[in-house]
T-cell receptor, first 114, second 115 residues
Framework: DSGVTQTPKHLITATGQRVTLRCSPR?????VYWYQQSLDQGLQFLIQ???????AKGNILERFSAQQFPDLHSELNLSSLELGDSALYFCASSAGGFQSNEQFFGPGTRLTVL | DQQVKQNSPSLSVQEGRISILNCDYTNSMFDYFLWYKKYPAEGPTFLIS?????DKNEDGRFTVFLNKSAKHLSLHIVPSQPGDSAVYFC??????????????FGKGTHLIIQP
């Protein structure tokens, strides 16, 4: 158990809809990262938050957004969903800072768009 | 364009022997490298990491070697055990002096340990 929790575990929705995925980082970790794993693209970095502020952006679509709250949990919002958004979405956390870059991953949320 | 490449989609090794998983990268800005292990329906589990200032890091049965000039790293598992059967991902980061950022992952190698 990595200490990172994600809810829900599974999500089934229709095209055009909006969903919110939730992540709680390990106790004490300030950085939260979101990744998407699809069959053809592998694990792709989407976005990072550090202590409430956006820190780095990867291949995140404009239809997707995220935020990190004062209690350090994070939410990933996916809107105007398309069939191609079906994937596993992972959250990871790390202590942040320069000394360590080990990221610890949650169990993921499987999103199915029908 | 793939910046981190794992050219072997799968690898079969006999129990007790050495498993060697390889990874190549193209981005010279990468300065921190990690290996993750993943079972189906679970998130990746951190195994071992290495900074670009080192060429070797060891943790129990796992050793990672880094050859910066060749932009190549490898993970050695010895001795291999049945529980090591999983998908192994190589990942890289350019910490760029300011802190952590997103990891760039390879597509993974499925390691199968044969009894």
């Amino acid at each position: 158990d990595s200490g990172v929790t994600q809810t829900p575990k599974h999500l089934i929705t229709a095209t055009g809809q909006r969903v919110t995925l939730r992540c709680s980082p390990r106790s004490g970790d300030l950085s939260v990262y979101w990744y998407q794993q699809s069959l053809d693209q592998g694990l792709q970095f989407l976005i990072q938050y550090y202590n409430g502020e956006e820190r780095a952006k990867g291949n995140i679509l404009e239809r997707f957004s995220a935020q990190q709250f004062p209690d350090l949990h994070s939410e990933l919002n996916l809107s105007s969903l398309e069939l191609g958004d079906s994937a596993l979405y992972f959250c990871a956390s790390s202590a942040g800072g320069f000394q360590s870059n080990e990221q610890f991953f949650g169990p993921g949320t499987r999103l199915t768009v029908l | 364009d793939q910046q981190v490449k794992q050219n072997s989609p799968s690898l079969s090794v006999q129990e007790g022997r050495i498993s060697i998983l390889n990874c190549d990268y193209t981005n010279s800005m990468f300065d921190y490298f990690l290996w993750y292990k993943k079972y189906p329906a679970e998130g990746p589990t951190f195994l071992i990491s290495i900074s670009s200032i080192k060429d070797k890091n060891e943790d129990g049965r796992f050793t990672v070697f880094l050859n910066k000039s060749a932009k190549h790293l490898s993970l050695h598992i010895v001795p291999s055990q049945p529980g090591d059967s999983a998908v192994y991902f190589c990942a890289a980061s350019a910490r760029s002096g300011g802190g952590a950022d997103g990891l760039t992952f390879g597509k993974g190698t499925h390691l199968i340990i044969q009894p």
